[in-house]
């Protein structure tokens, strides 16, 4: 019997929910979890760095979508591929979306793609080295559960927190900026674009702290709720300035971000980190309490 055809298209905004739903095809398969919701997918599909009829295409087999996958610039002509095809699903559309990809990154100039899978996606990954892209880097989603109270934040001499408010958005982006600019390949996003993703509708502003030493800002941490499974926390960003490093802040702001949150009920907190962090946050994270609950593997592909 031949095999079906595989039709890309661009995507419609009112495939939310469906395109949610095989993303958590993809993770319910592989770790029995879900990831996504409606309401993520609508951010992807509306991302401002992306033309939704050029960077964004699903694969659609015998009338069911199959896969899906977009492709945004992380410091051009770096692009990076977000690659969603569960296990279930034939090698055909990972083929075909990944020669998509590499496609449209030469129409965009660019001169590498990356991509991300997860360790037990044996799938993708044999995807991605069927098509020449090497593994170059590992990272971490680690997470605590909350099944006591957190252990008190102690705080430099000198410096305190408290929740934000929308009035300090610009100053969490900037502080962002300067506290990751030791990451791995840090790509300083503009504003509007990181406004866009960090700000949602409905953002709970008591959920982003800010440490303030006198009239400074020391560091911050901006976290939300996991909108796919309820009662789990999420730090997006947890980032100390230079000068307030090595004095026990970003512990401080850990464990006061796993009070709150045990305070609010919820069972578990959890974060995505580089396994090789140049700053060692791994490692933070573990002296903390908090411990790997998933890998995953970034391949890298060098156009020609």
């Known amino acids: 019997m031949p095999a079906e055809t595989v039709e890309l298209r661009p995507p419609r905004l009112d495939e939310a929910a469906a395109i949610a739903a095989l993303a958590n095809r993809l993770t319910e398969e592989l770790v029995g979890e879900r990831d996504e919701t409606e309401a993520t997918v609508r951010q992807w ?18 009338g069911e979508l199959a896969g899906y996958a977009d492709l945004s610039p992380s ?8 690659f ?18 590499e496609r449209r990154a ?9 991509g991300v899978t997860r360790d037990s996606d044996l799938r ?17 989603r680690m997470r605590i559960e909350l099944t006591e109270p957190p252990p008190q934040p102690e705080w430099p001499e000198g410096v305190s927190v408290r929740p934000a408010s929308e009035a300090d958005v610009r100053t969490a982006y900037e502080t962002y900026l300067e ?13 509007d674009e990181w406004r866009y993703w960090m700000v949602e509708d409905g953002l709970d502003f008591s959920l982003w702290f800010l440490a303030e030493a006198g009239k400074e800002t020391a560091g911050v941490a901006l976290c939300k709720p996991w909108e796919a499974e309820e009662g789990l926390g999420w730090v997006r960003v947890l980032g100390v300035r230079r000068p307030w490093r090595r004095r026990g802040l ?18 578990a907190v959890g ?4 396994a090789e962090s140049l700053t060692g946050a791994h490692l933070l994270y573990e002296n903390a309490g908090m411990r790997v609950h998933r890998r995953t593997e970034i391949y890298e592909k060098v156009l020609a």
């Open 271 to 274: 974060l995505g980190v580089d």
């Open 84 to 101: 969603r095809v569960p296990p279930s699903v034939g090698d055909d559309v990972r083929d075909a979306l990944l020669t998509w990809a």
């Open 250 to 267: 970003g512990r401080a702001l850990l464990l006061h971000v796993f009070g709150e949150f045990h305070r609010r009920g919820f069972h």
């Open 179 to 191: 506290t990751f600019e030791d990451t791995w390949e840090f790509d300083r996003h503009p504003f």
């Open 124 to 140: 993708t990954k044999a995807a991605f080295e069927r098509h020449g892209y090497e593994l170059i880097r590992n990272s971490y």
């Open 75 to 82: 410091g051009e002509p770096k692009l990076w591929v977000d």
């Open 106 to 114: 030469r129409e965009r100039k660019g001169s590498l793609v990356r």
């Open 45 to 62: 599909l509306q991302a401002p760095e992306l033309d939704p009829e050029l960077d964004i295409q699903v694969a659609v087999v015998g």
